[in-house]
């Protein structure tokens, strides 16, 4: 498993933003993909956007051209940029990543990955 710390939560408006960063301690390496997954109150966690060793995005339909996943293969972090929140975005975004993979075609498989963190709130109300 890979350590994984999460940061950047909080609480915002609809039609806000907010970044979310997720840092990769204890492991150097280019072949993992990484992505977000979320779980809301009462729902199952649901992985919303991923990046695989090359760099490709991809992302579910509830979050595609309002959430922005990339990482920082030096510095060894990974980000969600969101971007026009909606009440439904409100849940616990955990960082996940999967070691020795290099292509992801569907967000979704994130939550069967090995490393997660802890999460962190996000919180979108009036």
């Known amino acids: 498993r890979v350590p994984l710390v999460e940061s950047g939560g909080g609480s915002v408006q609809p039609g806000g933003s907010l970044k979310l960063s997720c840092a990769i301690t204890g492991f150097r390496g280019s072949k993992f993909c990484m992505g977000w997954v979320r779980q809301a109150p009462g729902f199952e966690r649901e992985g919303i956007a991923a990046?695989?060793?090359?760099?490709?995005?991809v992302y579910v339909p509830s979050v595609e051209g309002r959430f922005t996943i990339s990482k920082d293969s030096v510095e060894n972090t990974l980000s969600l940029q969101m971007n026009d929140l909606k009440p439904e975005d409100t849940a616990i975004y955990y960082c996940?990543?999967?070691?020795?993979?290099?292509?992801?075609?569907?967000?979704?498989?994130?939550?069967?990955?090995?490393?997660w963190g802890r999460g962190t709130q996000v919180t979108v109300s009036s």
């Open positions: 990046i695989d060793a090359g760099g490709s995005a």
């Open positions: 996940a990543a999967e070691p020795y993979c290099t292509e992801v075609a569907d967000p979704r498989v994130a939550i069967h990955w090995t490393s």
